[in-house]
């Protein structure tokens, strides 16, 4: 291979990559009309933006080279075109590829021929020096032996048959054998005859295709001839034969002697000699044209399933691995990946990514496509109010995708059926063959609304005639809300139970402590509208209501025992039966004791004994006593608290106002504060131990008041009250016993001494 063309080569891959479309004749034309200027690493830079290269671009190529005489407002339009199609982000351009868009731009082709072929003739120097090398390479005696023979033997022949009329053209120009046996290899070795370039370009030519001019890096195709255990032996029409292994093969188990397959040619010859070939190389290289070729034309390629992987399958396409989505392998959802696997099946390109070599496949798009007729055609024949037979695609927490024939329509939740329903599934199952009714659908016919409870009657219309108010009917608890309960008489019937209608006691509680979802209850029609389609239920009718015999059951005075259900600041509900309560006052909860709130006596759902003070049926309420079960101790009390009588407590609390004292019968007493304090003047605390006087009892109010205080001081009052009384026997006493004390007092002293 020449380095020109190995240059031509380079530049084509280029081009490939930035998507530019090649004239191969074209672009040989140019590339050799350029001579050495592309042997070199030739990037240099050609920007719009330089002046002076523009300049230069203008006068030695388009105008020297050329022959042109446009102006240069054309040119400089055609440059600027030609470096915004490369890519500004890439500084380093392709001369020749350059060269040959501004060639196409300018639409100077055939001036360029008529150039190149006067250029062609100047053949540069170093072109000069490579044809000599080569034709010593051909010289040497083993080389020339072999290409004599090929072109006696062989080259005619085959350049007539494999090649087209170029060959044949080139054929025409040169005689390949009467060139080598009338050329003077010793003169041009010594410099003494110049050859042209256009008969070297023409031998070139007529030598191609024959045999033993295969170049690196090309993939043609090649046959099988020899079969081993490990390799096969590949014939490329090439001085020698190539080994590949068969692992390169394992896709195709049936391979065998005598198959064209597609090779690559890594290199014509290694360190020992051997042609080096690839088939797998070859295979992708040949897969990604392929696969290129059918991402354009849209065309239908068959690829194998391989595997499963996240999100979709993985698919063997040409040999490459594409991606197939979950999405993307049927119109359905498909809840079954496996079933795919190791099977066959055709696919659309829908994308690729050259940069990292992704490709995308559906078998989706085939469908669609197969669908789209008949689509347009169900459509078009879309009505309010019409029945299509559909299978069930999709289901959702809102609702049921059905597939009408390419169409796809949802049927929302509360159209599937009369009755409440919490999920689609309990009416419907995947795949299922049902009959919906049309309710709706937009002006493009893109969203489509279905029902099926419309397709049976109203459950409303077939209601039993005959029900009337008073009846009973027996339905199950559908949903329970706060203030009552759902009852399904018959499908698509409900009626409420209002949570008061539950029970006939007056406490209201939830629903919930009553029935719960599911249950089957019986209950009495309280109200029916048929032209509203309300209905109301009461199950409390069933039982009799048990006020109307109260007075009976509960008469004045009678004892009973019932329930804590509730209690408030002021008292106790008391529970006597189901539906009825009483209420019992905090002042009648106890004789001696203060309660500040009824929950520091009792608690919710004790059983408490009560008696039935008061009863109005009317209002149906009950006042019941719990204290009055007992006898009153007061009664007994009033005997042992006397007024002034002493007893002995202990102080329970102190507070601002004075104490709380308790006795040993339980009676609880207030002493004053004034009246707590003791004989050496010190207060009382809680824990004491002391006598009291009773100040005060007042049974009607269970007021009992004592003094502490009060017992020291009525000795003090006593003892206050003899001094006042001695005082005044003081005052009675006469004269003459003042003057007998007198004397006595002398004798008392004259006795001491």
Same mark, same amino acid.
């Given at each position: 291979?020449?380095?020109?063309?190995?240059?031509?080569?380079?530049?084509?891959?280029?081009?490939?990559?930035?998507?530019?479309?090649?004239?191969?004749?074209?672009?040989?034309?140019?590339?050799?009309?350029?001579?050495?200027?592309?042997?070199?690493?030739?990037?240099?830079?050609?920007?719009?933006?330089?002046?002076?290269?523009?300049?230069?671009?203008?006068?030695?190529?388009?105008?020297?080279?050329?022959?042109?005489?446009?102006?240069?407002?054309?040119?400089?339009?055609?440059?600027?075109?030609?470096?915004?199609?490369?890519?500004?982000?890439?500084?380093?351009?392709?001369?020749?590829?350059?060269?040959?868009?501004?060639?196409?731009?300018?639409?100077?082709?055939?001036?360029?021929?008529?150039?190149?072929?006067?250029?062609?003739?100047?053949?540069?120097?170093?072109?000069?020096?490579?044809?000599?090398?080569?034709?010593?390479?051909?010289?040497?005696?083993?080389?020339?032996?072999?290409?004599?023979?090929?072109?006696?033997?062989?080259?005619?022949?085959?350049?007539?048959?494999?090649?087209?009329?170029?060959?044949?053209?080139?054929?025409?120009?040169?005689?390949?054998?009467?060139?080598?046996?009338?050329?003077?290899?010793?003169?041009?070795?010594?410099?003494?005859?110049?050859?042209?370039?256009?008969?070297?370009?023409?031998?070139?030519?007529?030598?191609?295709?024959?045999?033993?001019?295969?170049?690196?890096?090309?993939?043609?195709?090649?046959?099988?001839?020899?079969?081993?255990?490990?390799?096969?032996?590949?014939?490329?029409?090439?001085?020698?034969?190539?080994?590949?292994?068969?692992?390169?093969?394992?896709?195709?188990?049936?391979?065998?002697?005598?198959?064209?397959?597609?090779?690559?040619?890594?290199?014509?010859?290694?360190?020992?000699?051997?042609?080096?070939?690839?088939?797998?190389?070859?295979?992708?290289?040949?897969?990604?044209?392929?696969?290129?070729?059918?991402?354009?034309?849209?065309?239908?390629?068959?690829?194998?399933?391989?595997?499963?992987?996240?999100?979709?399958?993985?698919?063997?396409?040409?040999?490459?691995?594409?991606?197939?989505?979950?999405?993307?392998?049927?119109?359905?959802?498909?809840?079954?990946?496996?079933?795919?696997?190791? *099977?066959?099946?055709?696919?659309?390109?829908?994308?690729?990514?050259?940069?990292?070599?992704?490709?995308?496949?559906?078998?989706?798009?085939?469908?669609?496509?197969?669908?789209?007729?008949?689509?347009?055609?169900?459509?078009?024949?879309?009505?309010?109010?019409?029945?299509?037979?559909?299978?069930?695609?999709?289901?959702?927490?809102?609702?049921?995708?059905?597939?009408?024939?390419?169409?796809?329509?949802?049927?929302?939740?509360?159209?599937?059926?009369?009755?409440?329903?919490?999920?689609?599934?309990?009416?419907?199952?995947?795949?299922?063959?049902?009959?919906?009714?049309?309710?709706?659908?937009?002006?493009?016919?893109?969203?489509?609304?279905?029902?099926?409870?419309?397709?049976?009657?109203?459950?409303?219309?077939?209601?039993?005639?005959?029900?009337?108010?008073?009846?009973?009917?027996?339905?199950?608890?559908?949903?329970?809300?706060?203030?009552?309960?759902?009852?399904?008489?018959?499908?698509?019937?409900?009626?409420?139970?209002?949570?008061?209608?539950?029970?006939?006691?007056?406490?209201?509680?939830?629903?919930?402590?009553?029935?719960?979802?599911?249950?089957?209850?019986?209950?009495?029609?309280?109200?029916?509208?048929?032209?509203?389609?309300?209905?109301?239920?009461?199950?409390?009718?069933?039982?009799?209501?048990?006020?109307?015999?109260?007075?009976?059951?509960?008469?004045?005075?009678?004892?009973?025992?019932?329930?804590?259900?509730?209690?408030?600041?002021?008292?106790?509900?008391?529970?006597?039966?189901?539906?009825?309560?009483?209420?019992?006052?905090?002042?009648?909860?106890?004789?001696? *004791?203060?309660?500040?709130?009824?929950?520091?006596?009792?608690?919710?759902?004790?059983?408490?004994?009560?008696?039935?003070?008061?009863?109005?049926?009317?209002?149906?309420?009950?006042?019941?006593?719990? *204290?009055?079960?007992?006898?009153?101790?007061?009664?007994?009390?009033?005997?042992?608290?006397?007024?002034?009588?002493?007893?002995?407590?202990?102080?329970?609390?102190?507070?601002?106002?004075?104490?709380?004292?308790?006795?040993?019968?339980?009676?609880?007493?207030?002493?004053?504060?004034?009246?707590?304090?003791?004989?050496?003047?010190?207060?009382?605390?809680?824990?004491?131990?002391?006598?009291?006087?009773?100040?005060?009892?007042?049974?009607?109010?269970?007021?009992?008041?004592?003094?502490?205080?009060?017992?020291?001081?009525?000795?003090?009052?006593?003892?206050?009250?003899?001094?006042?009384?001695?005082?005044?026997?003081?005052?009675?006493?006469?004269?003459?016993?003042?003057?007998?004390?007198?004397?006595?007092?002398?004798?008392?002293?004259?006795?001491?001494?």
């Amino acid at each position: 291979m020449s380095k020109l063309q190995e240059k031509i080569d380079l530049y084509t891959e280029s081009a490939e990559k930035l998507g530019i479309e090649l004239n191969a004749e074209l672009f040989k034309l140019v590339a050799k009309g350029l001579g050495p200027s592309i042997y070199k690493e030739d990037a240099e830079l050609v920007s719009s933006s330089n002046k002076e290269e523009l300049e230069t671009v203008k006068k030695n190529f388009l105008i020297k080279k050329l022959g042109l005489e446009e102006n240069e407002e054309v040119f400089d339009a055609a440059i600027a075109k030609v470096i915004e199609t490369l890519g500004s982000g890439n500084k380093k351009k392709y001369r020749a590829l350059f060269y040959y868009l501004l060639v196409k731009e300018t639409g100077s082709e055939a001036v360029y021929e008529v150039a190149n072929e006067e250029e062609a003739v100047k053949a540069p120097v170093k072109e000069k020096k490579e044809a000599k090398k080569a034709s010593e390479e051909i010289a040497k005696p083993k080389k020339e032996k072999v290409i004599e023979e090929k072109i006696e033997e062989k080259a005619v022949a085959q350049v007539e048959e494999a090649v087209a009329p170029v060959a044949k053209e080139a054929e025409t120009k040169v005689d390949a054998g009467k060139f080598l046996s009338e050329f003077d290899w010793q003169k041009y070795e010594e410099g003494i005859e110049a050859v042209d370039q256009t008969q070297l370009d023409e031998f070139d030519s007529a030598l191609e295709n024959t045999v033993g001019f295969v170049e690196e890096r090309q993939v043609i195709d090649g046959i099988v001839v020899r079969l081993t255990d490990r390799e096969a032996i590949i014939d490329i029409n090439s001085k020698s034969e190539g080994v590949i292994s068969l692992n390169e093969f394992r896709y195709n188990p049936n391979l065998k002697e005598g198959d064209t397959v597609e090779v690559k040619v890594d290199k014509l010859e290694d360190n020992t000699g051997q042609l080096v070939l690839s088939h797998r190389k070859a295979r992708v290289i040949r897969a990604w044209e392929r696969v290129n070729k059918a991402h354009e034309t849209q065309e239908i390629v068959t690829g194998y399933v391989k595997c499963r992987t996240k999100g979709g399958m993985i698919v063997d396409v040409f040999g490459i691995e594409a991606f197939l989505p979950g999405s993307q392998i049927d119109v359905k959802p498909i809840r079954d990946y496996d079933q795919f696997v190791d *099977k066959n099946m055709e696919f659309k390109v829908v994308k690729i990514n050259h940069e990292f070599k992704n490709i995308v496949v559906s078998h989706k798009a085939l469908i669609e496509a197969d669908l789209a007729e008949q689509k347009k055609e169900i459509i078009g024949q879309l009505e309010k109010g019409q029945v299509l037979e559909g299978v069930v695609k999709n289901i959702t927490s809102y609702g049921v995708f059905v597939d009408l024939g390419g169409v796809d329509g949802l049927v929302h939740i509360t159209d599937l059926s009369w009755s409440r329903i919490n999920h689609p599934s309990e009416i419907v199952e995947l795949d299922q063959k049902l009959n919906v009714v049309i309710l709706d659908f937009d002006d493009e016919k893109t969203r489509i609304q279905l029902g099926l409870k419309q397709l049976s009657k109203h459950p409303w219309e077939a209601l039993d005639e005959n029900l009337k108010v008073g009846d009973k009917v027996k339905g199950k608890v559908a949903i329970i809300a706060d203030y009552g309960a759902f009852i399904e008489v018959s499908e698509g019937v409900e009626g409420l139970i209002h949570v008061s209608e539950m029970s006939w006691s007056t406490h209201l509680r939830s629903a919930q402590d009553f029935v719960k979802v599911g249950d089957v209850v019986e209950a009495v029609i309280l109200t029916l509208d048929r032209e509203e389609r309300k209905m109301s239920l009461g199950i409390k009718q069933l039982q009799p209501d048990p006020w109307t015999d109260i007075t009976t059951k509960y008469p004045v005075g009678s004892k009973h025992t019932g329930t804590v259900r509730n209690y408030t600041n002021f008292g106790v509900f008391v529970e006597l039966e189901e539906g009825i309560d009483g209420l019992v006052y905090i002042s009648d909860l106890s004789w001696t *004791k203060k309660i500040k709130h009824p929950s520091d006596f009792v608690k919710v759902g004790d059983q408490l004994e009560v008696e039935v003070l008061e009863l109005d049926v009317e209002g149906r309420k009950l006042n019941l006593g719990h *204290k009055q079960t007992t006898s009153n101790p007061w009664d007994k009390h009033e005997e042992t608290y006397t007024i002034d009588s002493v007893h002995s407590g202990t102080v329970k609390e102190v507070n601002d106002k004075g104490a709380i004292v308790t006795f040993e019968d339980g009676v609880e007493a207030f002493v004053p504060g004034r009246h707590m304090e003791k004989e050496d003047r010190s207060k009382l605390v809680k824990g004491d131990t002391v006598d009291f006087k009773v100040l005060e009892f007042n049974k009607e109010y269970r007021r009992l008041v004592v003094s502490h205080s009060a017992i020291f001081r009525a000795q003090e009052e006593r003892n206050i009250k003899t001094a006042i009384k001695q005082s005044e026997q003081a005052e009675k006493t006469t004269l003459g016993d003042i003057s007998g004390l007198a004397d006595l007092k002398k004798k008392m002293e004259s006795g001491k001494k």
